[in-house]
């Protein structure tokens, strides 16, 4: 049984892209640009707009999710915390609703903003608790939680996917 956590290959994953673009922006404005004032201020704030919603959401899911690591099986998600185990079982699960963007969605091939890279699993349970299960721990998630038998699934197709929008 695997347990999903957060690791350093995470975090580089969903922030490749804006680091990358970065570097891109970098190396044109020095290479072809010259650094010239205004291809500066485009460019900075082209940069600006796909990174500041993607580290909003990158530190929200990470606040979140610190300190907590899961493991999934066909019947039951188990929540590590530092001294806790908890065990919830399917039926425990009342439904499991997929917030994503549909850019990410499998034969899409294109993502324009780091901000779609992130999505998270929120699992509402019969007791009224609910679970949050963040792209920081599981970048994979739909094959992770492929693995569950009889959870009735919803998907929410947004391009911005903070915790508190419901």
Not at 72 to 91: A, H, S
Not at 93 to 100: A, F, L, P
Request: hydrophobic residues 45%; proline residues 3%.
């Amino acid at each position: 049984m695997e347990r999903h956590k957060y690791s350093f290959i995470n975090h580089f994953y969903l922030l490749f892209k804006p680091l990358f673009l970065l570097i891109l922006i970098t190396s044109v404005l020095y290479y072809w640009l010259n650094f010239e004032k205004y291809a500066i201020v485009i460019l900075g704030i082209c940069f600006l707009v796909d990174f500041l919603p993607a580290m909003y959401l990158h530190l929200e899911y990470w606040y979140k999710n610190r300190g907590e690591e899961y493991a999934v099986t066909e019947n039951e998600i188990i929540r590590y915390t530092e001294d806790l185990e908890e065990v919830f079982k399917v039926e425990e699960i009342e439904n499991c609703i997929v917030y994503r963007s549909a850019s990410v969605d499998p034969g899409s091939w294109i993502v324009i903003l780091s901000m779609e890279q992130y999505n998270y699993a929120r699992f509402l349970l019969r007791s009224g608790d609910e679970l949050i299960i963040t792209c920081l721990l599981m970048p994979k998630m739909d094959r992770v939680l492929a693995q569950l038998k009889g959870v009735q699934f919803e998907r929410k197709k947004r391009g911005f996917n903070p915790l508190w929008w419901r």
